[in-house]
């Protein structure tokens, strides 16, 4: 089992920025795969961003250049930098780590945390 929290959220004006941490109970970084999902009202869950076990990074056309996913092996923590940000980004964030081996998917989830973007 992996237990994960979020925080970092909150209201922020268009423009400005905020950070999201993700922290793991045990050291999880290059076993799992982790990604930041977010989730608007009316609207399907989304992948933002992830890093891959190998440390590979992924974005989402809509954030790319302005949000950066990395990690801290010694917290045990993920964090999503996001700069500029606009109405659009206003949504539930959750962070995942997934893994699979050859029988069985692994998905953790935390509990989401609100960002909120309007001036």
């Known amino acids: 089992q992996v237990q994960l929290v979020e925080s970092g959220g909150g209201l922020v004006q268009p423009g400005g920025s905020l950070r999201l941490s993700c922290a793991a109970s045990?050291?999880?970084?290059?076993?799992?795969?982790m990604g930041w999902y977010r989730q608007a009202p009316g609207k399907q869950r989304e992948l933002v961003a992830a890093i891959t076990s190998g440390g590979s990074l992924n974005y989402v056309d809509s954030v790319k250049g302005r949000f950066t996913i990395t990690t801290d092996n010694a917290k045990n923590t993920m964090y999503l930098q996001m700069n500029s940000l606009k109405p659009e980004d206003t949504a539930v964030y959750y962070c995942n780590a997934h893994r699979r081996t050859l029988t069985t998917p692994y998905d953790f989830w935390g509990q989401g945390t609100q960002v909120t973007v309007s001036s």
């Open positions: 045990r050291s999880i970084f290059g076993i799992y795969a």
